[in-house]
């Protein structure tokens, strides 16, 4: 992995060719005053200074001599060009907060992105680009710097702005990092923000994703990706390794009585893997559903893994019955987990927590292991803490 922060001396360095070659000059114009010359075509009275003038002053700028705003190294460019943004555009520019890697925090005198990331992708042989349609203006840019070198600038491919539903948050940067100091986001990965540090904190694999957005094609008109297609593909990535737990929200206590009531359940860790085994889940005297799987009085009902019940008088009585029940009858099959021992579970959505309580088997399971609470969705485990797990929500 690259970082910019490590190799500033090499970018200092071509910037030193480009001064020798008289391709780029030191300017102390305020921008107000550039930005107006620019529109205008006019040149800076700096840019015809000699290579010597400017290498002295670039020096300068790297000694720290200059406060931000006073100094910039420009490359020239076409003061007539048609884009007023590609005319002489800056290179380098003084910086006077350091930089938070103790490696680079000396520094004051940094490179801008064109320069950078131009300069490292002929260094490292890059030979295509793929980039967002608003930087366009990045490859006309940096053709300038590759000419001077005598370079092959890269084939470039524009993908125009890709919007994704299932968010009330739009996806930028500055809006997300207010929200954050506001203290309304928790950070980059809280399950309400549109990005890749959320989604992955998710428990969604990075294939996914990119299964997805190849999916969409090239294009340079804005584009709408649909969660529903990362949540799809992501399914079909977790859904084989992911054994199966319960949890229960809102639980409702419902006494558990009868001749017949066997003493645990013993539902599969995964339906289609019999070698994994099953969970043993005691029994006692009462088991938690939730509310809406109570059915009326006198109906049957199966308690997955652990049997078949009547709703009698706000109690299950067992009844011995088979799985034909289920089969046969239609009997519904519904979740449930142990009344006096659970695990708590703050489950972090994109719409907000949800709590609820597990079976006591969650509490084992590893941090960042991708589960399935049946009936409910597929989630990730973030951390045991306590008396509690947290699992951050990843689709249905």
Not at 3 to 30: K, Q
Request: charged share 30%.
């Amino acid at each position: 992995m690259l970082r910019a922060s490590d190799r500033v001396e090499t970018y200092y360095e071509y910037a030193r060719e480009l001064i020798e070659m008289g391709e780029a000059y030191t300017c102390d114009l305020p921008a107000e005053e550039f930005s107006e010359r620019k529109r205008e075509g006019e040149p800076s009275p700096n840019r015809d200074k000699d290579p010597e003038t400017v290498r002295a002053e670039f020096e300068a700028m790297i000694d720290g001599e200059y406060a931000s705003g006073e100094m910039v190294l420009r490359i020239k460019t076409d003061m007539q060009h048609k884009n007023p943004a590609l005319r002489d555009w800056v290179a380098f520019r003084m910086i006077d907060t350091p930089h938070p890697r103790e490696a680079a925090a000396d520094y004051r005198c940094w490179p801008m992105l064109d320069f950078q990331s131009g300069i490292d992708d002929h260094l490292t042989g890059i030979t295509h680009i793929i980039r967002g349609i608003d930087l366009q203006d990045s490859a006309k840019r940096q053709q300038f710097v590759y000419d001077y070198f005598d370079w092959e600038y890269p084939e470039v491919l524009h993908w125009g702005h890709v919007q994704i539903d299932a968010y009330d948050i739009d996806i930028s940067t500055s809006t997300i990092k207010e929200l954050i100091d506001a203290g309304d986001l928790d950070g980059w990965d809280d399950p309400r923000a549109p990005t890749l540090q959320s989604i992955r904190r998710r428990g969604i694999r990075g294939e996914a994703v990119v299964e997805s957005m190849i999916g969409l094609g090239m294009s340079t008109t804005d584009v709408d990706l649909a969660m529903s297609s990362i949540y799809a593909n992501n399914r079909d990535i977790v859904d084989d390794e992911a054994n199966r737990y319960f949890l229960v929200r809102d639980g409702q206590q419902v006494p558990v009585v009868g001749d017949e009531k066997p003493a645990a359940g013993t539902p599969p860790l995964h339906p289609n893997h019999e070698d994994r085994g099953t969970r043993e889940i005691p029994v006692d005297d009462a088991v938690l559903v939730e509310p809406a799987d109570l059915p009326d009085e006198g109906e049957r009902i199966w308690l997955k893994g652990y049997g078949c019940v009547r709703y009698e008088d706000e109690a299950f009585v067992a009844t011995g019955d088979d799985i034909d029940a289920v089969r046969e009858e239609g009997v519904e099959v519904i979740h449930w987990v142990p009344a006096d021992e659970t695990v708590s579970v703050k489950m972090r959505t994109p719409e907000g927590d949800v709590l609820g309580e597990a079976e006591p088997a969650v509490a084992e399971t590893a941090v960042d292991e991708v589960i399935q609470f049946e009936r409910i969705g597929f989630v990730r485990v973030d951390n045991h803490a306590g008396d509690e797990s947290v699992v951050y929500y990843t689709h249905d």
